[in-house]
């Protein structure tokens, strides 16, 4: 254990996390997410450990302790040892990292931990499978304590599943926060999307709504940041991609329309994101409770444009962005237009992103981790 910290109910010592999920060198928005509140909690004194989940490379990271391999019953044992020798166990739900049918292998983790566990719930469906459904509700029933994201996470989980609501809490996904403002730009306005590539992200969206922006004075390029994901590489290659490059070839505005692949630091991303006019979500799902992409993108202070998934839905009500429908392409292009030719409006959208942003700090969004995570560590004490 370590130095005390306040904490609810007084100064108490710091647990010892332990966290599973997907992790560095895997490339996914899990473990890009699990290695910021790692860094988080460690940054607050926390002592942290993580079992990350074998991709086939090998993690060197000096706080992976072990490697869940899936479909390995002894590696499964493993994983609850290793959690075990901490005081709070940390558990990523993600239903596509875990093996088994719909990942029900997490639950063999589970039913071998002695110490309390928070789960950490990143998709909620609406209309899950009877399996989906079953192996979600036993996660939940196996946790002390269940984090998610949104409010709107929260309100699905309670009205679509069998869940102790008493145990249920919204905790922000983290941000990192831009060092400076974004100065004034000169040169061609950028709108930017960024995050990893795939179908699904509806690119193709915003590639068509440049043509119709080709009046403007002032021509915008699109910039499009971020790797192919690596599943969707293994599985079709750079197929998308180069759909993308043909479309912005076929409509002629391949001079509007750029892709950046290369790997960037959190603080390399935040600085890219000042670049940009506008930063662009134009994602085909409308299901997804929980976007790190549109957290970041609040954080960084730029007005933001999306299509009505529901995270996006609720935290751009305010008016830190503008929504558009996912099959209304006019509307998409009318609110870049606006943005990119009223700076009094794209202004007003800046400033109430930054109004949010505070909240969403990763040392932050780390206290209120460590502030439950010691409220679990105190309840077993008592009950001992």
Not at 192 to 216: F, H, N, T, Y
């Amino acid at each position: 254990m370590l130095a005390p910290v306040g904490l609810r109910g007084g100064f108490r010592p710091l647990p010892r996390i332990g966290i599973l999920s997907t992790y560095a060198p895997t490339v996914c928005g899990l473990a890009t997410f699990s290695a910021a509140l790692a860094d988080g909690l460690s940054a607050r004194g926390a002592d942290v450990n993580v079992v990350r989940i074998y991709d086939g490379t090998r993690s060197v990271r000096p706080d992976v302790v072990g490697e869940l391999v899936n479909g390995s019953a002894a590696s499964l044992a493993d994983a609850s040892e290793w959690l075990n020798r901490r005081d709070v166990a940390i558990i990523q739900h993600e239903y596509g990292i875990y093996g088994g049918a719909d990942g029900d292998e997490v639950l063999e983790v589970m039913k071998g931990l002695t110490v309390p566990s928070i789960v950490i719930v990143h998709t909620v469906l609406k209309s899950p499978t009877p399996h989906q459904r079953s192996v979600l509700e036993e996660v939940v029933a196996r946790a002390d304590r269940v984090v998610v994201m949104s409010e709107t996470a929260r309100t699905r989980l309670r009205a679509g599943f069998a869940v102790d609501r008493r145990k249920i809490s919204v905790i922000p996904h983290g941000a990192a926060l831009p060092a400076v403002q974004a100065l004034k730009r000169s040169g061609r306005p950028i709108i930017l999307s960024w995050g990893l590539l795939g179908p699904g992200k509806g690119i193709e969206r915003v590639i068509d709504a440049m043509a119709s922006l080709r009046d403007l004075a002032q021509r915008p390029r699109y910039l499009i940041a971020g790797r192919t994901h690596p599943k969707v590489l293994a599985f079709q290659g750079d197929i998308y991609r180069e759909s993308l490059v043909a479309q912005a070839k076929r409509l002629g505005i391949e001079d509007s329309v750029s892709f950046d692949a290369a790997y960037r630091t959190p603080t390399a991303l935040t600085a890219l994101m000042q670049t940009a006019s506008v930063v662009v979500l134009p994602y085909d799902s409308k299901e997804q409770v929980t976007s790190g992409v549109l957290v970041d993108s609040i954080a960084s202070g730029r007005p933001i444009v999306a299509t009505a998934f529901p995270h996006a839905v609720e935290l751009l009500g305010n008016g830190a962005g503008t929504l558009v429908p996912h099959d209304d392409p006019d509307a998409l292009v009318r609110a870049l237009r606006r943005l990119l030719t009223d700076p009094r409006v794209a202004g007003t959208m800046a400033s109430e992103a930054r109004e949010l942003a505070p909240s969403m700090a990763w040392p932050v969004v780390a206290g209120s981790y460590l502030r439950l995570a010691g409220d679990l560590v105190a309840a077993k004490v008592a009950s001992a």
